[in-house]
Every structure is written in C-alpha cells, then in structure tokens.
C-alpha cells in the first residue's frame, strides 16, 4: 500500500482548495482523507514542493466512502485534470463542460484511464504533456510511502505554525 495525495482546487469557491489522501493498493485507491486548506494556501504549499518531484500515475479505480465524499467547499464529488494548466479541479458530473479554476478555461470533459497523485499532492508536471505531446510518466519508489508522509507531515505542521 501506498499512501498518496492529490491537491485539487474547488471550482465553485475561488482560491479554495482541498487535499485528498489517497490509500493506494494494487487493485484500486481509497480516499483516505480529505483536508480543507485554508484560503488560497496552495499557493503557499507549491512554493514549498520540491523541484523535482515523483508524479505516479494511477491506472486503479479510486473509490470513495461515505465519510470522504467529494469537495468540502462545494460537495461535488467529481474531479477533472487539466492538460493545460496541470491542476486537478472538482467538477460538476452533470455538466459536459468544465471551466478549469486553475486556467479559467473551458475544457470539454472526457473520461481518463489514468489519474496522477504525489506527496505534496501536486501533479502538474504529471498532466502537462511533454515535447511528444505524451503526459509524463513516472513509476512507483519503494521509498514513496515514506517520503509522501514525511512531507504532508512537514507541510501540516508549517501551516498549522501561521499565527491563527
Ligand atoms: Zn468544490
Ligand atoms: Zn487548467
């Protein structure tokens, strides 16, 4: 198992965003978590992420529980990966479009066979195709587990040191 992350930004509440924790097996991935950042705090969390970081590819089913449904901010529970900007955003189900809060462009939405997840929970280098036109790909590190937790860890505590 490995325990891995996705930051994804709501697209109703501008300069929202929330963390979701991924459980990842074999088979499939389980949300684990899910975390409310506070008010435009992925912006400050991108400024802290390493250069060069693993962006693993997921080709598993990621299955939610009734206690981690979908965004906090707005309750939708589908997610939509931007080829362009590289940010993963809630998304409305019922809607054929989707205008991306990273970007603000209106995209088409399409099914994927392959979503993306780090330790910092960022994976725009993972969406944004490379010189071929290809996203980029990645593969697993024995060692992923222990830094995604290492640095989530880091990351929370340095938000939780902002004076309140
Ligand atoms: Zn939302
Ligand atoms: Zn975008």
Request: with cysteine; net charge positive; glycine share 8%.
């Amino acid at each position: 198992m490995k325990q891995l992350n996705q930051l994804i930004l709501c697209s109703e509440s501008e300069g929202r965003s929330f963390l979701r924790e991924l459980a990842v097996f074999d088979q499939f991935a389980i949300v684990t978590h899910i975390e409310a950042m506070p008010f435009r705090y992925h912006e400050t969390l991108k400024k802290l992420k390493k250069a060069k970081e693993e962006i693993v590819p997921l080709t598993v089913p990621v299955q939610r529980t009734h206690r981690h449904t979908g965004c906090p901010f707005c309750g939708r529970a589908g997610t939509f990966q931007c080829n362009g900007c590289g940010y993963v955003s809630c998304r409305n189900g019922a809607k054929p479009d989707h205008i991306c809060p990273g970007c603000k462009k209106t995209f088409k939405t399409a099914p994927v066979d392959v979503t993306y997840a780090s330790g910092s929970g960022f994976v725009n280098d993972g969406l944004r195709p490379d010189k071929t036109g290809n996203p980029q790909s990645a593969t697993f590190e024995t060692d992923l587990w222990k830094r995604a937790n290492g640095k989530l860890i880091k990351l929370i505590n340095h938000r939780n040191a902002f004076p309140s």
